[in-house]
């Protein structure tokens, strides 16, 4: 039987790792090159937990200052406006990570982190991490590119929702997820099935105008609905459809 809260909500947990059961950061790109025993330190000195579907990671404005790697599972970064609405500022897939901000200036964290799915993530203290910075430049100026591409996708969307329509958010919002899911020269197939409420939250429109939005590229056989997946068949004319709106 579920654990809940007075209120009837689900009482979240994470679950203990047993050293037996931890998993090599071998796949964290942020750390490729370094050597085996060198990996074997990070690892070492890493806190290893699991969390469950829609556990909290971290919260906005918290004071930890761990950098995260995503050793499986999947992450969501995500903020809330002071209606309440979720605003989803990205996903990480395994052998990703996140929190080297507030790692970097010491100031609290900038957005929550939830797990999807039931995930692990190795937690290295803010002290190992600039250490590990400061002994292995290659390591740095990975993520020096990393928040060069955070800011540049920040001004997009930024730029997106000062100038684009609803309809056209969402347009662009499927062409960034096409890009990252190509499949071959003009075609994409991105699984799973991208869902509204999220489409909607990035597009920072609702779910009825991408649904809309969805049927209308179903209609110019833009797109087709798989089973498990949604087929872009032509990303040059989802491409048009933002540059015709930015005048690119």
Same mark, same amino acid.
């Given at each position: 039987?579920?654990?809940?809260?007075?209120?009837?909500?689900?009482?979240?947990?994470?679950?203990?790792?047993?050293?037996?059961?931890?998993?090599?950061?071998?796949?964290v790109?942020?750390?490729?090159?370094?050597?085996?025993?060198?990996?074997?330190?990070?690892?070492?000195?890493?806190?290893?937990?699991?969390?469950?579907?829609?556990?909290q990671?971290?919260?906005?404005?918290?004071?930890?200052?761990?950098? $995260? $790697?995503?050793?499986?599972?999947?992450?969501?970064?995500?903020?809330?406006?002071?209606?309440?609405?979720?605003?989803?500022?990205?996903?990480?897939?395994?052998?990703?990570? $996140?929190?080297?901000?507030?790692?970097?200036?010491?100031?609290?964290?900038?957005?929550?982190?939830?797990?999807?799915?039931?995930?692990?993530?190795?937690?290295?203290?803010?002290?190992? $991490?600039?250490?590990?910075?400061?002994?292995?430049?290659?390591?740095?100026?990975?993520?020096?590119?990393?928040?060069?591409?955070?800011?540049?996708?920040?001004?997009?969307?930024?730029?997106?929702?000062?100038?684009?329509?609803?309809?056209?958010?969402?347009?662009?919002?499927l062409?960034?997820?096409?890009?990252?899911?190509?499949?071959?020269?003009?075609?994409?197939?991105?699984?799973?099935?991208?869902?509204?409420?999220?489409?909607?939250?990035?597009?920072?429109?609702?779910?009825?105008?991408?649904?809309?939005?969805?049927?209308?590229?179903?209609?110019?056989?833009?797109?087709?609905?798989?089973?498990r997946?949604?087929?872009?068949?032509?990303?040059?004319?989802?491409?048009?459809?933002?540059?015709?709106?930015r005048?690119?």
């Amino acid at each position: 039987m579920p654990l809940v809260k007075p209120d009837g909500s689900p009482k979240l947990r994470d679950w203990p790792v047993s050293d037996e059961n931890r998993s090599s950061l071998t796949n964290v790109g942020l750390l490729a090159g370094l050597s085996q025993k060198e990996l074997q330190q990070v690892e070492k000195a890493c806190r290893w937990r699991r969390y469950s579907p829609h556990q909290q990671i971290i919260d906005r404005d918290s004071n930890s200052r761990d950098i $995260f $790697f995503v050793v499986s599972g999947r992450v969501r970064i995500v903020n809330y406006s002071y209606s309440g609405r979720g605003i989803i500022l990205d996903e990480l897939p395994p052998g990703s990570y $996140f929190g080297e901000l507030a790692a970097l200036d010491d100031r609290p964290r900038s957005a929550r982190v939830i797990a999807l799915k039931e995930s692990m993530l190795a937690a290295l203290p803010q002290g190992h $991490f600039i250490t590990l910075l400061e002994k292995r430049p290659r390591i740095a100026l990975r993520v020096m590119r990393h928040l060069a591409s955070i800011v540049r996708d920040s001004t997009n969307r930024i730029m997106e929702l000062s100038t684009l329509g609803a309809n056209n958010r969402v347009h662009a919002d499927l062409l960034r997820q096409a890009r990252s899911n190509m499949n071959g020269k003009n075609k994409a197939l991105i699984a799973p099935i991208p869902v509204h409420g999220d489409i909607a939250s990035r597009a920072s429109t609702t779910r009825e105008t991408v649904a809309r939005v969805m049927n209308d590229l179903a209609r110019q056989g833009i797109v087709e609905r798989e089973k498990r997946r949604l087929l872009i068949g032509d990303v040059g004319k989802l491409q048009h459809l933002v540059e015709e709106v930015r005048g690119e």
